[in-house]
């Protein structure tokens, strides 16, 4: 799934207003549709496709409007993908309206027609949920000392982290948040046992 956003200069209403256009594209299909928004064309960045920070220009509100439109599409998409459906474009339009509404917190504006479940999102992935933490604690300041965490601390966190990825490579173990019970333990351990020659502590 693709998703445009264009800023249609030609329709400009008598306040000097322009509608954004949403188009869409998937196997082949193309569906266009308006995202009920319109904007000065100052404000808007054809090299982004969103609203400038500008005075006046309530970026922030209205590029979550964008963002709802295509966050939409991918998940209609997504998720007659995962069924093995095909949808045709009033199919999809219907798909990207609902879930639009369900973003945008919208529900008393659901369309009657029942459409495809919704899905649950895919799980985190281990590594990258763990590299997002450790991330996150390079930033943090201790309320006690004022300071970061120690360097050492870190590198300690990223080794463990460099191990873990290791392992799942060479053992062939996916790692999941689920996945974290006594088999991936005595695995692990066997490997920074044998194959390492040392152990870490997790």
Do not use: C
């Not at 799942?168 to 020659?197: C, D, I, W």
Request: net charge positive; proline share 6%.
């Amino acid at each position: 799934m693709e998703v445009t956003r264009e800023l249609r200069k030609d329709k400009l209403n008598k306040k000097g207003l322009a509608p954004i256009q949403l188009t869409f594209y998937w196997e082949g299909k193309r569906l266009r549709l308006s995202s009920g928004e319109r904007y000065q064309p100052e404000h808007w960045n054809p090299k982004t496709s969103l609203v400038r920070d500008k005075p006046g220009a309530y970026a922030e509100q209205r590029n979550l409007v964008l963002q709802h439109w295509t966050e939409a599409a991918h998940n209609a998409h997504r998720d007659a993908a995962v069924r093995g459906q095909r949808l045709t474009a009033p199919q999809m339009e219907a798909e990207i309206r609902r879930r639009y509404l369900l973003l945008a917190g919208d529900t008393d504006k659901q369309p009657d027609a029942p459409g495809l479940p919704l899905l649950d999102p895919p799980a985190p992935d281990l590594l990258t949920t763990m590299q997002q933490w450790i991330e996150h604690q390079q930033s943090k300041v201790s309320l006690r000392s004022g300071k970061p965490l120690e360097k050492k601390t870190i590198s300690a966190l990223l080794r463990t982290r460099r191990e873990l990825e290791e392992f799942s490579e060479q053992a062939r173990y996916p790692l999941t948040f689920a996945g974290m019970n006594h088999e991936f333990y005595a695995k692990f351990q066997r490997y920074v046992l044998t194959t390492r020659g040392h152990s870490i502590k997790l």
